[in-house]
């Protein structure tokens, strides 16, 4: 285990993790990481914190933040922007990665995830990989951000808050076959409170705030919730399955089945 003292830490690239090494910070706030690590590409590099092909480690009781400024002169490239990045696959790129189960190898506890620049910025952004995610924070700000990034991966999301602000923002964004489990769980987004591409959601005793978006053949499973929120793209290669879904006035959702 290492453990990092109370301070900001502020990198000049990102900061990989490795495999049955722990890194435990002071507490949220009081130990903070940071960097300002936008790349071109979606990779590794993008992120603050990285756990490329780590498994039995896990971080908790910290601050990890990335102040990537977006590019807004000129031909504007995607810039992408993260604090914590997962995956599992044979390089350092987080582009069609042969997808590995990591069940709870990988964690995150007690963690504040933030991003707030890029022009495609998320908190933690999953690939390919499946960590436990308890008691964490992820938040992000700017153009096509999401709080939460699922691509091919089925993490386990207890008390877990996420939330996007911006032009194009969920939540949670789940693509690419991704089946993630959220429980206990906020969620929000400017446009999107939960937004499903190809993906499967199970959510549970959670709050939702933006409404529900699925597509491309999605299914979310709803379970006493709070939404908060219109319901989008439901057709009959998507489905949407509610049980006791209930609006602000704690009357059943009409509009969630």
């Given at each position: 285990m290492i453990k990092i003292a109370p301070g900001?830490?502020?990198?000049?690239?990102?900061?990989?993790l490795r495999s049955f090494v722990d890194v435990e910070g002071s507490g949220q706030g009081v130990t903070t990481i940071t960097c300002a690590c936008g790349s071109a590409s979606l990779d590794v590099s993008a992120a603050t914190v990285s756990a490329s092909n780590?498994?039995?480690a896990e971080i908790r009781h910290l601050t990890i933040a990335n102040t990537t400024i977006a590019n807004t002169t000129g031909i504007v490239n995607t810039l992408y922007s993260t604090g914590v990045a997962?995956?599992?696959?044979?390089?350092?790129?987080?582009k069609n990665v042969t997808a590995t189960q990591q069940g709870d190898s990988f964690s995150m506890s007690n963690v504040t995830a933030t991003a707030t620049g890029g022009?495609?910025?998320?908190?933690?952004?999953?690939v390919s990989s499946s960590p436990l995610m308890n008691n964490v924070t992820a938040t992000a700000i700017g153009v096509n951000s999401a709080g939460v990034v699922n691509?091919?991966?089925s993490p386990l999301m207890n008390n877990v808050t996420a939330i996007a602000i911006g032009v194009n923002s969920a939540g949670v964004y789940n693509q690419a076959g991704s089946s993630p489990t959220i429980r206990n769980s906020y969620l929000e987004g400017d446009t999107h409170g939960v937004y499903n591409s190809g993906s499967e959601t199970k959510i549970q005793n959670s709050e939702i705030t933006g409404g529900i978006t699925l597509v491309s053949e999605s299914e979310a499973l709803v379970a006493?919730?709070?939404?908060?929120g219109s319901v989008t793209g439901e057709t009959g290669s998507s489905t949407l399955e509610c049980f006791q879904v209930y609006g602000e006035d704690f009357k059943k959702r009409k509009d969630c089945k």
């Amino acid at each position: 285990m290492i453990k990092i003292a109370p301070g900001t830490y502020t990198e000049t690239e990102t900061v990989a993790l490795r495999s049955f090494v722990d890194v435990e910070g002071s507490g949220q706030g009081v130990t903070t990481i940071t960097c300002a690590c936008g790349s071109a590409s979606l990779d590794v590099s993008a992120a603050t914190v990285s756990a490329s092909n780590v498994i039995h480690a896990e971080i908790r009781h910290l601050t990890i933040a990335n102040t990537t400024i977006a590019n807004t002169t000129g031909i504007v490239n995607t810039l992408y922007s993260t604090g914590v990045a997962t995956h599992q696959g044979d390089s350092g790129s987080m582009k069609n990665v042969t997808a590995t189960q990591q069940g709870d190898s990988f964690s995150m506890s007690n963690v504040t995830a933030t991003a707030t620049g890029g022009n495609s910025v998320s908190g933690v952004t999953n690939v390919s990989s499946s960590p436990l995610m308890n008691n964490v924070t992820a938040t992000a700000i700017g153009v096509n951000s999401a709080g939460v990034v699922n691509s091919d991966s089925s993490p386990l999301m207890n008390n877990v808050t996420a939330i996007a602000i911006g032009v194009n923002s969920a939540g949670v964004y789940n693509q690419a076959g991704s089946s993630p489990t959220i429980r206990n769980s906020y969620l929000e987004g400017d446009t999107h409170g939960v937004y499903n591409s190809g993906s499967e959601t199970k959510i549970q005793n959670s709050e939702i705030t933006g409404g529900i978006t699925l597509v491309s053949e999605s299914e979310a499973l709803v379970a006493t919730t709070l939404l908060r929120g219109s319901v989008t793209g439901e057709t009959g290669s998507s489905t949407l399955e509610c049980f006791q879904v209930y609006g602000e006035d704690f009357k059943k959702r009409k509009d969630c089945k």
